[in-house]
C-alpha cells in the first residue's frame, strides 16, 4: 500500500509542476509567445515491447512531432487556425518502464490523471499494445465505452508470441473490459483463431470489413455510434499501404485520406469523443512524409473534436 501511495504522490508532482514542452518544441511548434490554455494534451509514448515484423514505432511521437511542426495552422475546411481555440500541449516524453505491465499501468495512470482535468488525451505510439493502457480510466468512469478502431488487423488474439499484451492482442485486451464495444474499419486481415471469439462476442464487436469497402453503410454506423462515448485508436496501417507503408505490418487494400476524415466526421458529429490514440507509425529516414501524414491526422482529430459541428 505504501509503494502504491508512493506512485501515486510521485504522478500528483509530475502533473502539478505542469512538466511540458515549451511550444515551440511540442506539437505543432506554436510560438512560445503565445499563451495556451489548454483543453487537450498530447503523450508521447513510445512503447515499443511486443512489434513482431518490422520495428521502429519507439520513434514514432518524436518524428510525428518534428513533422507537426510543418503543418499549416489553418484549416481550410473548418476556415481558422484550430489551434487557437483548442488550446494544445504537449507531455515531456517520459521513461518508459521495460516491464510491458508497468508500463500499461504508468499510461494509465497519466491518462487518469489528465481526464481527472477534464481535458482531452491524444497519446502518440507506440505500438497498439498502447490502447489498453490509455482506455483504462476510461472504462473505469464511463458506465459504457466504444472504441472506434481503425486497422488493418482486428487485433482480437488472446496473445501472441507468448505475450497477452502483444500489438497483435490490442483489442482483445480492451474488451476484457466488459463495458467495453468497438466498431472497427479497415479490417482485412484476421486469423483463424480470432474468428470463433469474433462470433461469440458479435453484440459488442462490429466490422466494416476493408472487403466491403464499396459496399459500406456509414448510415449503419452513424446509428451504431449516436449518443456513445467513444474512445478512437487509430492504428496507422489502417491506411492502405501505398500511402502508409512505415508500418511495422502494412497490408495493401486499406482505406484513404478522405473516407479516414467522413468516418471520424460522423463520429464526432454523433457521439462523444472523449479520448484517442494514434499508433505503430514506424519512420523511415528520409521519407518524412509519412509522419507528415499522421501530424496532420492528430490535428484533423484533434480540430474536429473541438470546432466540427
Known amino acids: 500500500m505504501n509503494g502504491r501511495i508512493e506512485v501515486e504522490k510521485i504522478f500528483q508532482r509530475y502533473f502539478d509542476k505542469m512538466n511540458y514542452l515549451s511550444n515551440k518544441e511540442g506539437f505543432l511548434g506554436i510560438d512560445n509567445k503565445f499563451k495556451i490554455k489548454e483543453k487537450a494534451i498530447v503523450i508521447p509514448f513510445g512503447l515499443e515491447k511486443t512489434v513482431s515484423y518490422g520495428g ?3 520513434n514514432g511521437p518524436k518524428e510525428i512531432i518534428k513533422a507537426s511542426h510543418q503543418v499549416e495552422l489553418y484549416d481550410e475546411e473548418l476556415n481558422c487556425e484550430p489551434y487557437k481555440k483548442i488550446g494544445i500541449r504537449t507531455l515531456k516524453p517520459f521513461k ?4 510491458i505491465n508497468k508500463a500499461l499501468n504508468k499510461m494509465s495512470k497519466i491518462n487518469e490523471e ?3 482535468k477534464k481535458i482531452f ?3 502518440l505510439g507506440g505500438e ?3 490502447t489498453s493502457g490509455c482506455i483504462a480510466p476510461f472504462a473505469k468512469k464511463f458506465k459504457k465505452l466504444c472504441l472506434l478502431h481503425f486497422d488493418a488487423h482486428a487485433d482480437l488474439r488472446e496473445s501472441y508470441n507468448g505475450e497477452k499484451f502483444s500489438h497483435a492482442s490490442a483489442i482483445k485486451r480492451c474488451l476484457d473490459y466488459k463495458n467495453v464495444s ?8 484476421i486469423s483463424q483463431s480470432e474468428v470463433p471469439y469474433l462470433k461469440k462476442n458479435s453484440s459488442r464487436i462490429n466490422i466494416f470489413w476493408a472487403k466491403d469497402k464499396k459496399k459500406w453503410n456509414l448510415n449503419k454506423f ?3 455510434i449516436k449518443n456513445k462515448t467513444v474512445y478512437l485508436t487509430f492504428d496507422v496501417d489502417g491506411f492502405d499501404s501505398s500511402i502508409m507503408p512505415a508500418t511495422g505490418t502494412p497490408e495493401p487494400g486499406g482505406i484513404f485520406w478522405d473516407e479516414t476524415l467522413e468516418i471520424i466526421k460522423i463520429a464526432m458529429k454523433n457521439s462523444n469523443i472523449v479520448g ?3 499508433n505503430e507509425l514506424a519512420p523511415i529516414k528520409g521519407f518524412n512524409s509519412y509522419n507528415f501524414l499522421v501530424a496532420k491526422l492528430a490535428y484533423k482529430i484533434l480540430s474536429y473534436k473541438f470546432l466540427y459541428k
Open 56 to 58: 521502429g514505432t519507439k
Open 96 to 99: 518508459i518502464d521495460k516491464n
Open 114 to 116: 489528465i481526464l481527472n
Open 121 to 123: 488525451p491524444l497519446t
Open 128 to 130: 497498439h499494445s498502447i
Open 182 to 189: 468497438v466498431i472497427s474499419f479497415g479490417i482485412r486481415n
Open 222 to 224: 452513424k446509428k451504431l
Open 276 to 278: 484517442a490514440d494514434i
